[in-house]
């Protein structure tokens, strides 16, 4: 039977599944930028300080993206930063935002004195009506005047300055000009040294004019100028470091494993490279909690030295903490929470810096578990700020919850979802819910009685589990009952197998050979 012509709409057909794909990953991603951070807690400037360079501006502009009461702040303390580098693109994008943020605001209050002018008349004939007072009138004359000048003052502070940008621009031309022209003197001489430090300054002008791009390519360059194990490391940590501001993640895993495999680095004592350790540790840690590789990220960070854990540039000792805890809670069972995060002397003192985290965790090793989500809850907001935790705290806000409740559950046969719902601050319907994903996924190995909202665990079989590992281990003693008596026959019958050198010839294999005093008649065989 000949085979139709496909009409044209139908050859470019797709399947309903090639084309959902893609459309789930935009609402994924969407989901992630629509944070919107009401209530946050955290002293901004203090929160700021914590870091220097890109990262500071990066914080500081991801702030003022996600918490419209931050905002005007945010920008503000940003400007004032970035007028102490060379950065002109960050500072003009800067001042865009804010003109545009004052713009909003000071619309929304116009609307509202529009929206009030209606009233005038009744407000007069109240205000008529009230004793005639020459001092009040004068006053607030005075506090508007003054309020009026205070504004002014500001915006005058926080106005664009061109000169600035002009000047700032002329100098990064001239600081680029004579750097580039310092390389070229470095390489006319073939002075390896020199020409390492020529690329590293010419990196650092372009991290600091905000060029990550040339940045990185700078200090890649330098690797081939390194004479010793220490320069390949520090060569290493800078392009780690532009990596972690591109959010180039596998670049950055790249790079740690290039580090820790020199052999200055990976012959010497952790106590003579602890800095250095310490930062590949909290730099791997971010970069396997950017690819949800939690459990990993928490042992990365757990494993960070609090004395040698200073690099502003990149992350601090309070996100270490954050970090660390919340992924060793979300993924640790209670003798690796014990072991690895309560009972660390060198855990102890970054938990220290969060006093709020360390009762958490306290609290959830406790089995306290209304107390531990409350906590949570109170810090979800101040978290919700930072730029590498943020995409990631509902996903390990919901690990968490599932295993207080699979900790919760696992010592009874039965449970009252009523004093379930109680302990874990929940209505009886919602932790239904929940317990029945657990149940569908195979975390909890139990049933839901829905009507008299009772969870019961299914109760196995302890006489068939003990046959059949009784069976499985019988099994596996035969089996390796038959390979020693194998082994002692060979051995008895004096049997070798000899190998054939691949230079000797093409014919590559091996051959059994039996000893002349062997009672086996077969003299050689090829195998």
């Known amino acids: 039977m000949p085979v139709l012509p496909m009409p044209p709409l139908m050859q470019n057909a797709v399947e309903p599944m090639q084309v959902d794909a893609p459309p789930n990953e935009d609402n994924e991603n969407n989901e992630e930028l629509q944070i919107v951070v009401e209530n946050p807690t955290i002293d901004l400037e203090v929160y700021a300080n914590q870091y220097t360079g890109i990262a500071r501006l990066d914080r500081l502009i991801y702030v003022a993206d996600v918490c419209p009461m931050l905002a005007l702040e945010a920008l503000k303390m940003a400007i004032t930063y970035v007028q102490s580098t060379y950065n002109v693109k960050v500072y003009q994008m800067l001042h865009k935002r804010l003109s545009d943020l004052q713009a909003v605001n000071g619309g929304g209050g116009g609307g509202a004195a529009a929206a009030g002018g209606d009233q005038v008349a009744a407000a007069a004939a109240v205000v008529a009506a009230l004793p005639d007072i020459a001092a009040q009138p004068a006053a607030a004359a005075a506090a508007a005047a003054q309020g009026g000048a205070n504004n002014g003052g500001e915006r005058d502070a926080f106005a664009y300055d061109a000169v600035w940008v002009d000047a700032k621009m002329k100098k990064a031309a001239l600081k680029l000009e004579k750097l580039d022209s310092d390389l070229k003197n470095y390489k006319s001489n073939s002075i390896k040294e ?89 730099a791997a840690g971010l970069a396997e909690l950017q690819q949800k590789k939690y459990k990993v990220a928490a042992k990365h960070f757990l494993a960070a030295n609090f004395d040698h854990c200073d690099f502003p540039e990149m992350i601090s000792t309070s996100n270490v903490a954050v970090y660390g805890g919340l992924c060793a809670l979300a993924t640790f069972d209670r003798q690796e929470l014990k072991r690895l995060v309560i009972a660390s002397t060198s855990f102890k003192l970054f938990l220290e810096l969060e006093p709020q985290l360390r009762d958490i965790i306290f609290k959830f090793y406790e089995s306290k578990y209304a107390n531990c989500l409350t906590l949570l809850d109170e810090i979800r907001d101040n978290l919700l700020v930072d730029m590498y935790i943020a995409p990631h705290v509902t996903t390990l806000y919901t690990k968490i919850r599932n295993r207080a409740l699979i900790q919760y559950f696992s010592p009874y046969m039965s449970a009252d979802m009523h004093k379930m719902a109680t302990a874990f601050n929940s209505t009886v319907g919602d932790l239904e819910n929940e317990v029945m994903q657990l149940i569908l996924d195979g975390q909890i190995q139990a049933r839901i009685d829905s009507h008299n909202k009772i969870l019961y665990a299914k109760e196995a079989d302890q006489r068939n589990s003990t046959f059949e590992r009784a069976l499985l281990m019988g099994k596996q003693y035969q089996r390796h009952t038959r390979m020693l008596i194998l082994r002692a026959a060979m051995l008895k019958s004096h049997i070798h197998v000899k190998s054939i050198s691949r230079e000797t010839g093409s014919n590559h294999g091996a051959e059994l050979c039996v000893s002349a005093g062997s009672s086996t008649t077969t003299p050689l065989a090829r195998i």
């Open 194 to 282: 020199s020409i390492r430090r020529g690329h590293d300054d010419l990196a650092d002008h372009y991290l600091s004019c905000g060029d990550l791009t040339n940045a990185l390519k700078c200090y890649s360059r330098a690797r081939d100028y390194c004479t010793s194990g220490k320069h390949v490391v520090n060569m290493c940590l800078n392009v780690i470091k532009v990596s972690i501001y591109l959010k180039n993640w596998a670049h950055v895993m790249s790079y740690i494993s290039k580090a820790e495999s020199t052999p200055d680095f990976s012959e010497g004592s952790k106590d003579a490279n602890s800095q250095v350790h310490t930062r590949l540790e909290c």
